[in-house]
């Protein structure tokens, strides 16, 4: 099953390598099974079987330092022979199943069922039909010809199920299709650098082939699986494939082994790829997993996953899904809260559900009381057996008439319009820069109260440049005259910065005439590149003398130490180590500085307090990131021991500090004034200091001179919030973060503390939405803790990426705002559709209830109400929930979790609109056939022909509608619907379109639409009443809410709601968590009748729950959240093996995040 194209791939790699012999020196399995090894063991493996890793380049022709050659044909042989570097995705579904699946829904089934009893008992001509005791109190009008046709209505009903299920179904197919379109263009996206010819280039991911020289830096996610050839000071996040949350150290000589799906946290390298796709370690288990096969066969899934969790525990060294799996696994449900709407929407349908089915209960049963009574009671007749099919009949009817009531009553046409409004917008947004991994995050966006963001590169432009500097105990307000300048500091300068910053950082010709030199790399050490070609000095010659090989011991940058060291031997076999990192930390290790001779001279502790006022602090207040550069020599013998950081990084010698400028972004001072009018505070969260902070928070506007906010560094803030025991303490973080605006000089953890003090907080009334942006990999945790998570497309490593919610394309602040914008937009679009969709479920509720009570029949027949309900709300979906948003969105507060979705104007409008429909349909019923000189349509009897009384009862009904939904545009309270209409080509065709269908229905719709024809002024009428709604509008605008206090509101989220059990155990067997978060709002709404059962059931569960399972289920849920409040994200075997075993452990207990 799901092995079988993965086996099929092998099978088909297998004979490729036969026929290619002697090709190259090793097999893929050898590889494959090399790859499987783990430190010291794969060390000996590989020196018993090849000698060392040069002789696998050798064997796989290969050169480390040149790569491949890269000329077509012979990357064409190593995909044919190893395979190609991409996991065959899932099948999708195919139209058929999405129509089966559509078929699944509980109203339909029991249309179905009416429609065909009802078929059944039309042609089935009974003997004691003639007979006229059977005949009911409203004897008949019947004549011949209506008797045959007794099978349309049956058969209309069965045709607009047909209608529902495959526009239900295709609206499913074109929203997976379009996001496959989303995933793909998300892989495509992803590049990887490469050594090919000598030449450093990126290529896509899915371009790697076995034997390629990649090169990995701090952040990468590992594309392929490798062995490590050169580099320094490599550390490994394994834990998405062991379970482990320690960094693997890697080196030559002791774990070479580099795995796909793993993440690089510190130091660089290269690697020669060994294994790529369904070969590689995330590849197999992959195919484990199943993803390359369909998971359709129900009946064979439990089975399958029972051995799908024996293989993995089978495996050596998987203890976990294994990176990407892991990954989504953990994307998908790092929101253990549904979004708010969808909360709110679930929690509303559920209300109207229960209200639809004791509504439509109450008809049928009054119905048939009513005609028994008043036909075995009133009329005395007796039962004859032949006459038991005519009632029967009767009996379907009324069934019919109920189940019409139920379908009115749920509204189905809210999760379209939630998927149809969330897809437009998630498509425009593409426009604006924003690209939504996660659907919801689109829609929480708009409700979000504050902005945690990064400073560099999102606030800033990222481009940096030095424009102060201190050498030789000058202070230079700009770049300095390389004549001023003592050749041996400057000879010292130059090796330090061209030596000590990665070798990937380079500084090129500008690709058009007259525009910047293209920064490539780490922007920082651009800038001191730029400086060193500013001192009319060049970089290459240094780096080409000192090539990466020849550099002895590298200390990489990370947030902890802040700073940078590498170590480089001289020719007289001494060392030199140049350092550079934030001034105040690496001139507190100083103890010389270059005097302006170029002799190092003391530097004490006061000289350096004074430097700080005098040099540093004055910098950092005009923007400026200060960055010291200094260097230390070390004698050949005894050797120094590397490892011991703390000797080693001490006693230095400061060659220079220099002041770096990141200009602030043009566009980002509007786009926060934007923001704070909305209502959502803009934070500054950011690793520089906090005198520079503070001068970019000001040019940005977060904050303003004479405010009362708090500016604080990483050490004080952690000093606050913490009690004497050093655990943070809620209510000292309640204290701190409303006046919070800048946090400087802090880590990872510090933002994490922050998001998760502020989500979790209960100071303000409203729980606070927060959004993160970050490009660090260390930014991973806050990102996922954060209610949408914002990662830098440009800057932003893998690792952040994969944390994120929605990817900013061009890095910039402003886009955040369009998110807003379009978040606020889908809420208000649902909004209006619910607006427009609950009046005509009240009405036609009330409508079918009524009529159905007093005379028998509903004036609204099954079919028509199938159109209404269906065409209308499928359309008006489509028409409401594709409004463009506009600015005025941005003028209001956010709406917050506790408010609901329908406010009190809404409810006004709802209830209005609905009194205007009864008192005008109610009169056309009683007293229309007056009105119109006609025949009343009362009291038929059953296969009466259509009349025109009830025609355009069912015509005014349609008009009404049509002229309310260009009311329900406008939720606030507007006066003026028609602003900005034409801005919405959707909306004005389907209002025509819907218009022009109505004429086919009524003229020409006959008796399966139970419609006569009517006369033009018959027809005028229908629109004036219709156009009354307009001014009804109007009139209704014109009552102040404030005064209708007993309006109750609807659809309020009260606390967390956590997403009931039953609902994730739908989709288990998905990885693809966006096609679960899109099938989450449907699985929602065809719940009204079942949703009670279930709650029975998983009561009774949770009663009986000391089975095995239950067991397990428990300690599954014990075990992450020891994890989630350790914040690893290693889940443990026994969560692994349940996961795969019992699909209600997915979404470990939210206690943990909560």
């Not at 020196?25 to 783990?38: A, F, H, K, P």
Request: glycine share 8%; net charge neutral.
């Amino acid at each position: 099953m799901g092995d079988m194209t993965n086996s099929d791939f092998y099978s088909k790699n297998q004979r490729n390598e036969s026929s290619h012999g002697g090709e190259f020196g090793c097999t893929m399995e050898e590889l494959r099974s090399l790859m499987e090894l783990r430190g010291t063991e794969a060390v000996v493996k590989i020196k018993e079987t090849y000698g060392d890793t040069e002789a696998i380049c050798r064997r796989l022709k290969t050169s480390p330092v040149e790569g491949l050659p890269g000329t077509a044909p012979d990357l064409e042989k190593r995909k044919q022979i190893f395979g190609q570097n991409f996991i065959p995705p899932k099948k999708p579904k195919t139209f058929l199943q999405l129509v089966w699946e559509a078929l699944q829904d509980v109203t339909l089934i029991i249309l179905e069922i009416a429609a065909i009893i009802s078929l059944g008992l039309s042609f089935y001509h009974p003997p004691g039909e003639g007979n006229e005791g059977c005949a009911t109190a409203q004897g008949g009008a019947e004549d011949e010809g209506e008797a045959e046709a007794g099978w349309i209505e049956g058969a209309a009903i069965l045709l607009s199920v047909i209608c529902v299920v495959l526009v239900t179904a295709f609206n499913d197919w074109s929203k997976e299709k379009q996001f496959r379109g989303l995933q793909s263009r998300i892989e495509q996206e992803q590049k990887f650098t490469v050594v090919r010819a000598g030449q450093v280039v990126q290529i896509p991911v899915a371009e790697i082939v076995v034997g390629d020289i990649a090169q990995v830096k701090y952040g990468d996610l590992l594309p392929a699986d490798g062995l490590f050839i050169q580099g320094n000071d490599l550390k490994i996040d394994e834990s998405s494939l062991t379970g482990e949350s320690d960094q693997v150290r890697k080196s030559v000589d002791k774990d070479p082994m580099l795995l796909s799906g793993t993440h690089v946290m510190e130091g660089s390298g290269r690697m020669l790829v060994t294994a790529v796709g369904v070969n590689s370690q995330t590849g197999i288990i992959f195919t484990l997993l199943g993803a390359g096969g369909e998971e359709e066969e129900k009946k064979d899934k439990k089975a399958k996953q029972q051995d799908g969790a024996a293989a993995m525990e089978m495996q050596p060294l998987k203890s976990a899904e294994g990176g990407d799996a892991d990954d989504r696994k953990k994307a998908s449900m790092h929101k253990k809260e549904k979004s708010v709407l969808q909360g709110k929407l679930t929690k509303l349908a559920v209300q109207i559900g229960k209200a639809g089915l004791v509504m439509s209960a109450i008809t049928v049963i009054i119905l048939v009381l009513y005609f028994t009574v008043d036909t075995f009671v009133v009329n005395k007749k007796p039962w004859l057996p032949e006459c038991t099919p005519v009632y029967v009949q009767y009996f379907v009817k009324f069934f019919i008439i109920g189940v019409t009531v139920l379908v009115v009553a749920v509204p189905e046409g809210l999760p379209l319009a939630v998927t149809i409004s969330l897809a437009y917008s998630v498509k425009k947004m593409m426009k604006d820069n924003n690209l939504v991994r996660h659907l919801d995050a689109c829609e929480t966006m708009g409700n979000a109260t504050a902005i945690c963001s990064d400073k560099t590169g999102t606030l800033t432009t990222n481009r940096m440049t030095v424009v102060q500097a201190y050498v030789g105990d000058v202070h230079y307000k700009e770049i300095p005259d390389p004549s001023s300048i003592n050749t041996k500091t400057m000879e010292l300068l130059v090796n330090a910065i061209a030596i000590n910053s990665a070798y990937t950082t380079k500084i090129l010709p500008p690709e058009k005439e007259g525009a910047l030199p293209r920064q490539v790399g780490n922007k920082t050490e651009c800038g001191l590149l730029g400086f060193v070609l500013d001192l009319k000095q060049d970089y290459e010659p240094v780096r080409s003398q000192m090539p990466e090989e020849k550099l002895y011991k590298v200390y990489t940058f990370n947030s902890v130490r802040k700073s940078m060291s590498t170590v480089i031997k001289l020719p007289d076999e001494s060392f030199r180590m140049y350092s550079k990192g934030a001034s105040e930390i690496v001139l507190k290790k100083c103890c010389k500085i270059l005097s302006g001779a170029g002799e190092p001279r003391v530097f004490r502790p006061r000289d350096r307090d004074e430097m700080v006022k005098k040099v540093i602090e004055p910098m950092a207040c005009d923007g400026l990131r200060t960055i010291c550069v200094a260097y230390r020599d070390f004698p050949s013998s005894p050797e120094p021991d590397w490892d011991n950081e703390n000797d080693i990084l001490n006693d230095l010698t400061c060659i220079c500090v220099v002041g770096i400028e990141d200009p602030v972004r043009p566009e980002v001072p509007e786009a926060i004034r934007k923001c704070q009018r909305a209502g959502i505070t803009v934070r500054m969260v950011t690793g520089d200091n906090i005198n520079t902070a503070r001068a970019i928070a000001i040019k940005c506007g977060i904050i303003h001179p004479g405010e009362d906010f708090l500016c604080l560094e990483g050490k004080e803030f952690n000093r606050r919030i913490r009690n004497e025991k050093g655990e943070i303490e809620q209510e000292r973080i309640d204290k701190i973060w409303p006046k919070l605006r800048v946090l400087a000089r802090s880590s990872p953890t510090d933002k994490h503390t922050l998001v998760k003090g502020i989500i979790d907080s209960t100071h303000t009334e409203q729980r606070q939405v927060v959004a993160v942006t970050g490009d660090g990999t260390n930014d991973g945790p806050a990102l996922k803790k954060a209610d949408v998570g914002f990662a830098m497309g440009i800057a932003g490593t893998d690792v952040a990426k994969e944390a994120s919610d929605i990817i900013l394309t061009d890095d910039n602040f402003s886009s955040i705002v369009k998110a807003v914008m379009w978040g606020r937009n889908v809420y208000d679009s649902i909004s209006k559709f619910l607006q427009f969709q609950l009046t005509v479920n009240v009405v036609a509720v009330i409508v079918a209830f009524t009529g159905a009570c007093i005379t028998q029949d509903s004036p609204l027949k099954a079919v028509q109400m199938l159109w209404v309900n269906l065409i209308m709300d499928t359309f008006a979906s489509l028409a409401l929930a594709t409004e463009p948003p506009t600015e005025t969105l941005l003028l209001r507060k956010p709406y917050g979790r506790n408010k609901p979705l329908i406010s009190r104007t809404m409810m006004k409008n709802i209830l209005g609109h609905a009194v205007y429909q009864l008192a005008l349909i109610f009169t056309l019923l009683f007293v229309g056939e007056k009105m119109f000189q006609i025949d009343s349509g009362r009291n038929a009897p059953l296969h009466s022909p259509p009349s025109e009384h009830y025609t355009i009862i069912f015509n005014t009904f349609v008009m009404m509608q049509l002229f309310n939904e260009i009311n329900a545009r406008k939720i606030h309270g507007e006066r003026n619907v028609f602003d900005g209409i034409f801005r919405n080509p959707i909306f004005c065709t389907i209002v025509l379109g819907t218009f022009a269908i109505q004429i086919v229905i009524v003229q020409f719709g006959g008796k399966p639409f139970s419609c006569s024809p009517l006369q033009l002024d018959q027809w005028m009428w229908c629109i004036f009443i219709g156009l009354g709604e307009l001014v009804w509008g109007q009139v209704i605008a014109t009552i102040p809410t404030s005064r209708l206090k007993f309006l109750k509101e609807a659809g309020r989220l009260t606390q967390k709601e956590e997403i009931p059990e039953e609902e994730l155990n739908e989709d288990v067997e998905e990885i693809d968590h966006a096609e679960r978060e899109l099938r989450r709002g449907q699985i929602l709404w065809f719940r009204g009748l079942n949703r009670i059962q279930t709650q029975i059931e998983v009561v009774n569960t949770f009663k009986s729950g000391a089975s095995f399972q239950g067991a397990l289920r428990r300690q599954s849920s014990v075990t992450s959240q020891s994890q989630d409040v350790a914040n690893l994200s290693s889940p443990s075997r026994v969560s692994l093996s349940n996961a795969l075993s019992s699909p209600t452990s997915l979404p470990p207990a939210a206690a943990g995040q909560g």
